[in-house]
Nanobody
Framework: QVRLVESGGGSVQAGGSLRLACQASGYTSCMSWFRQAPGKEREGVAAICSGSPYYGASPKGRFTISQDNAKNTMYLQMNRLKPEDTAMYYC?????????????????WGQGTQVTVSS
């Protein structure tokens, strides 16, 4: 099974930017980013499959997903961050079919990286 390691989280003020990275232990054609705030359900942020990006409802227009196949690494560039973006961000692979934005359709997860946005 592919192992995933996220990095790049941190604390930033509203309006700032962060770039998250997710390194996989091997090639995977479809990867995604999810986030989970305390007391809330895990939410699909973005996915990239065979080079095509897909976005969830919340960060559309502010976040950009990309992938470097040579490094087996996926990125999430997050701009114009808002306090409501504060969450643990997870990457996932092993899409089983169905909605790309549903956490139930992915079977391999990283440990997460915390993003905190202050107002």
């Amino acid at each position: 099974q592919v192992r995933l390691v996220e990095s790049g989280g941190g604390s930033v003020q509203a309006g700032g930017s962060l770039r998250l990275a997710c390194q996989a232990s091997g090639y995977t054609s479809c990867m995604s980013w999810f986030r989970q705030a305390p007391g809330k359900e895990r939410e699909g942020v973005a996915a990239i499959c065979s080079g095509s990006p897909y976005y969830g409802a919340s960060p559309k227009g502010r976040f950009t997903i990309s992938q470097d196949n040579a490094k087996n690494t996926m990125y999430l560039q997050m701009n114009r961050l808002k306090p409501e973006d504060t969450a643990m961000y997870y990457c996932a692979t092993g899409h089983t079919g169905g909605s790309l934005m549903s956490p139930h359709e992915w079977n391999a997860w990283g440990q997460g990286t915390q993003v905190t946005v202050s107002s």
